[in-house]
């Protein structure tokens, strides 16, 4: 009666994680609460098994060396996994792999690749205590059999203070408060442009760190590229523009780095950033793309209005010379 118990105890907290991980190795995740690490394996382990960590939901992938097998065992200590040179194998008679949703309920061992490799998400490296910011986590293994395990931290990084974020956007907004009272209209086009290409750069970088790094889908490649196209078709308005066309440009940058700065408002919420480039230089480009945006934003419409209202039909010798 207590195996019972304990067996749907583990299954029900195995439903709880998603089952394999093919789907999620790639994603259009920013940021997320979880890092988990593999510490150094013993020797034995180090030899036969070659691991990782995703970081975008935490699956964890094992792959067998050649001329090793590897043996994982589920929650109850029962064979779960096995990789060898003859391909990967789940236990279906395993009430974690049936938990887990990768396999039916059955007996035997069913071939799931022909390769010695398997990703999936597992328990152990999905959760903390609440009030626990670090943890150990720990996959026993039978290593051409002998037992052995494989282990790593858990953490859950503390959020970013808000302070230095709401400092940069308080400047921003100040300096475009501070235009849009004077209007003065060389000024007022001068930093419209030059508010126009910061949070382009600003823009340039978070988007070309999401893009990079190895959890990025063809979705994020795909946005990147027509983000990175309008930069580069605004900056070249800017460089060989009119003053007016310039600015004019600049509102545009600003209003492109606003839509980019939202989309990555999750860097500011999590404290784990999947960036290929440092968390605080995306966190400072993310705050600079939403500011410098919005204030660039602000500034090019009264440019745009500007010029509208100075704008002059040409007469009709001027059109056909």
């Known amino acids: 009666?207590?195996?019972?118990?304990?067996?749907?105890?583990?299954?029900?907290?195995a439903l709880a994680v998603p089952g394999t991980a093919s789907a999620h190795l790639r994603t259009g995740r920013v940021a997320v609460d979880y890092s988990a690490s593999i510490a150094r394996p013993p020797p034995q382990v180090?030899?036969?098994?070659a691991a990782r960590v995703y970081p975008a939901d935490l699956a964890l992938g094992l792959a067998a060396r050649p001329g090793h097998s590897v043996v994982v065992l589920g929650y109850l200590g029962e064979p779960f996994l096995r990789l060898g040179p003859d391909g990967a194998y789940v236990n279906r008679g395993s009430l974690t792999a049936t938990g887990l949703g990768l396999a039916e309920h059955g007996s035997g061992w069913q071939r799931t690749s022909?390769?010695?490799?398997?990703?999936?998400?597992d328990a152990r490296l999905h959760s903390l205590p609440a009030g626990v910011e670090r943890g150990r986590w720990a996959l026993p293994l039978v290593v051409d059999g002998s037992r052995s395990e494989l282990s790593g931290?858990?953490?859950?990084?503390?959020?970013?203070?808000?302070?230095?974020w709401l400092a940069i956007g308080a400047l921003f907004a100040a300096t475009s408060a501070w235009l849009l009272a004077h209007r003065r209209p060389g000024t007022l086009r001068t930093a419209?442009?030059?508010?126009?290409?910061?949070?382009?750069?600003?823009?340039?970088?978070?988007?070309?760190?999401?893009?990079?790094?190895t959890t990025a889908s063809q979705g994020r490649w795909v946005e990147t590229g027509n983000e990175l196209v309008f930069v580069l078709v605004g900056v070249a308005f800017v460089v060989w523009g009119s003053r007016d066309a310039r600015a004019l440009a600049g509102g545009m940058l600003g209003l492109l780095a606003l839509a980019v700065g939202m989309t990555g408002l999750?860097?500011?919420?999590?404290?784990?950033?999947?960036?290929?480039?440092?968390?605080?230089?995306?966190?400072?480009?993310?705050?600079?793309?939403?500011?410098?945006?919005?204030?660039?934003?602000?500034?090019?419409?009264?440019?745009?209005?500007?010029?509208?209202?100075?704008?002059?039909e040409p007469t009709a010798t001027e059109r056909y010379l």
């Open 1 to 13: 009666m207590r195996r019972t118990l304990i067996a749907g105890a583990v299954v029900a907290g």
């Open 46 to 49: 180090a030899r036969a098994v």
């Open 114 to 121: 022909l390769r010695a490799r398997v990703v999936w998400h």
């Open 153 to 164: 931290e858990l953490e859950r990084p503390s959020r970013p203070p808000a302070w230095p």
């Open 192 to 213: 419209t442009t030059a508010l126009g290409v910061l949070a382009a750069i600003a823009t340039t970088v978070v988007v070309s760190g999401f893009a990079a790094t």
């Open 266 to 312: 999750p860097v500011l919420l999590h404290g784990v950033v999947l960036s290929a480039l440092p968390a605080d230089l995306v966190r400072t480009a993310v705050v600079v793309s939403i500011a410098a945006g919005s204030a660039a934003a602000a500034t090019g419409l009264v440019v745009f209005f500007d010029v509208l209202e100075h704008y002059e």
